[in-house]
């Protein structure tokens, strides 16, 4: 499947072609989501307002190429928006990550220690090793030069042994 050809139809309309994309990513956008929403109503919520926003502003993508890194910044931005509301109107936000998607007591531990990462590094972490994303990607849509991206990477390993070692 040629994600570049998908997109270029998608810009011309083809609804098919759009539905295909969104169903190859479905995956991604539901663990970014719940990573951050860390909500499963509000992670699926958030997963459909970014694809409503991607159909209606695919015109607007420039490089069809990077139309993974275009949905995900926009996954990203409705998350934060949403979490923020939340926690604007109510004090009960720990909720547990939902794991639909897993399937063994390692990587349940494992899922749960990232979890408790700072915001700031969980979110890294998510990208580069479950979304197979690059720096320079995650730089562009987190709009953090990729030295702090490689820094706060650095530093996300380093407390993820640190809380691994104790468990």
């Known amino acids: 499947m040629d994600i570049v050809k998908l997109v270029k139809k998608s810009k011309k ?36 307002e970014t694809i409503l926003k991607a159909y209606t502003n695919i015109k607007n993508l420039r490089q069809e190429k990077y139309f993974k890194t275009w949905l995900i910044k926009i996954l990203i931005n409705q998350c934060n928006y949403t979490v923020e509301k939340n926690r604007k109107s ?16 390692a990587e349940i531990e494992i899922k749960s220690i990232i979890n408790n990462l700072e915001e700031e590094l969980k979110i890294l972490i998510i990208l580069y090793y479950y979304e197979d994303m690059g720096i ?30 104790i468990n």
């Open 13 to 48: 309309g083809n609804d098919i072609a759009f539905s295909t994309l969104i169903k190859n990513y479905e995956k991604d956008l539901y663990r970014v989501a719940i990573a951050i929403t860390k909500n499963n109503e509000d992670a699926l919520d958030c997963i459909q």
């Open 90 to 105: 109510s004090n009960c936000f720990n909720e547990n990550i939902h794991n639909s998607y897993m399937d063994n007591s």
């Open 136 to 165: 320079s990607d995650i730089s562009e849509i987190l709009k953090i030069p990729k030295g702090t991206i490689k820094s706060r990477l650095s530093r996300a390993r380093g407390k993820l042994k640190e809380m691994i070692d």
